[in-house]
C-alpha cells in the first residue's frame, strides 16, 4: 500500500507547485504540454559510486510529486533502484531480466511504489549472466527498445508514462548499450572528485557509436555533479574544471553531499519521502524542474 504522499501544504508549495531554480520560481507543470511524448532517459556512467541510482530514485520521486507518469527500469544487477524504493526482493517475481530475455511483457514487470505516480521494474542479480543469454542473438541491443514498445498499447490502469529512466549498471556491456539504444537522452552523473573526469571521454566516445549504429536520434541530456561538499576545495575545482570542458551541457543544479540523501535508501524511500526540507530534496526538485526545461528545449517547444 502506498504511504502517505508528504506533499501537503507548505510542502506541496515545494513539491507540486513551484520549484525554485535559482533564479526565479518556475511552475514545472506548465513547462511541458500535456500531451508530450513518452521520454526515455538512460543514467549512464561506467564508474561506481557517482550516485546513478540514487539520481534515478530522486529524479524519478521529483518528476512525480510535479505531475509526471514515471517509470524507473533497474538494469543494474545489484537491484539497488529497486531496494530503494522498498521493493522487497521475494516479491520481484518478474524482473527486467525477464523481460530483456523474452519471457514477460514489461507491464507484468511493473511494480507500484510507495510513491504515487512512480512505478519500477525491478532487477535480480540474474541480469548479471543476460550478455551471455543473448550474445548471438539478432536483436540484441534493442531488447529494451522492444519491450519498451509495449507501453504504447493497452496502458495499464490507464497509465501512460510521460517519462522512463533507466538506471544503467557501472559498467559499457551489453545491458547499458540496450539502455543506449532504447533512450531518447543519456543523463550522466559525475561525482565531484578529482578523478571525475576519467572515464567520461570514454563514455562519450560510446555514446557517439551508439548513435551512429544503432540509435541515430541519441543525445547527452546532460550532466549532473553529484556529492559535491562546499567544505573542500577540491570539489569547487572540479565543478569549474568540468564545466569548462563539457559547457552547457552541465546543469546548473548540483547536488550536494547530504547525509540524509545517504540515509534515505536504508529505509526502502527516496530522500523526497524520508526527509523533503533537506538540502539533498530541494537539489533534487530543482534538477527536475532544469530536466523539464531542457526537455522543452529539446522538443523544440519555446521558452515562455
Known sequence: MPVLWPFSGRNAALADSKVMDGREETDARAVMPATAPRRVLALANQKGGVGKTTTAINLGTALAAIGEQVLIVDL?????????????????????????????????????????????????????GLELEIAQERDRAYRLRNALAA????????VAYSYVLVDCPPSLNLVTVNAMAAANAILVPLQCEFFALEGLSQLLKTV????????????????????????????????????????SKVYDTVIPRNVRVSEAPSYGKPVLVYDLKCVGSEAYLRLATEVIQRERALMGHPAN
Do not use: C, W
Request: no cysteine.
Open 151 to 158: 507501453l504504447d498499447y493497452a496502458p495499464a490502469a490507464g
Open 208 to 247: 557517439e557509436q551508439v548513435r551512429q549504429t544503432l540509435n541515430p536520434g541519441l543525445t547527452i541530456h546532460g550532466i549532473v555533479l553529484t556529492m559535491f561538499d562546499a567544505r573542500n576545495n577540491l570539489s569547487g575545482q572540479v565543478v569549474a574544471d568540468v564545466r569548462e570542458f563539457m559547457g
Open 76 to 128: 543494474d544487477p545489484q537491484g539497488n533502484a529497486s531496494t530503494g524504493l522498498g521493493i522487497d526482493r521475494k516479491s520481484r517475481r518478474r524482473s527486467t531480466y525477464d523481460v530483456l530475455i523474452g519471457e514477460a511483457g514489461l507491464r507484468e514487470a511493473i511494480h507500484e511504489t510507495a510513491v504515487p505516480r512512480l512505478h519500477i521494474v525491478p532487477s535480480t542479480m540474474d541480469l548479471s
